[in-house]
Nanobody, 123 residues
Framework: QVQLAESGGGSVQAGGSLRLSCSAS????????MGWFRQTPGKDYEGVARITSLGTTNYSPSLKGRFTISKDNAKNTLYLQMNSLEPEDSAVYYC?????????????????RGQGTQVTVSS
């Protein structure tokens, strides 16, 4: 059983940056596929980024290279560096994890998820 806890959300002006962190407990992340997804009220979940156990990364094309996912296996922590933030990026951001078998499903369908952290970008 994996427990995930996000931090680092907040309010920022357009063009600014935030770094989200996701601390894991209950198991080591080294063998897991990890990811971030987000949700805006009234909209479906949107996959943001994913990193496999081997470190391969995938991003939503809509992000246009502004976000970077990474993980520190020694700290059992996942990160999402978000740059050049836009008001459209405002959402609740969730960290998620699954075994490699579940990786192809996309972060919003991963087995484990955190409580989410709010990101608000003002224009």
């Amino acid at each position: 059983q994996v427990q995930l806890a996000e931090s680092g959300g907040g309010s920022v002006q357009a063009g600014g940056s935030l770094r989200l962190s996701c601390s894991a407990s209950g198991d080591t992340l080294i063998t897991y596929c990890m990811g971030w997804f987000r949700q805006t009220p009234g909209k479906d979940y949107e996959g943001v980024a994913r990193i496999t156990s081997l470190g391969t990364t995938n991003y939503s094309p809509s992000l246009k290279g502004r976000f970077t996912i990474s993980k520190d296996n020694a700290k059992n922590t996942l990160y999402l560096q978000m740059n050049s933030l836009e008001p459209e990026d405002s959402a609740v951001y969730y960290c998620a994890a699954d075994t490699s078998r579940g990786c192809a499903n996309g972060p919003s369908k991963f087995r484990y998820r955190g409580q989410g952290t709010q990101v608000t970008v003002s224009s």
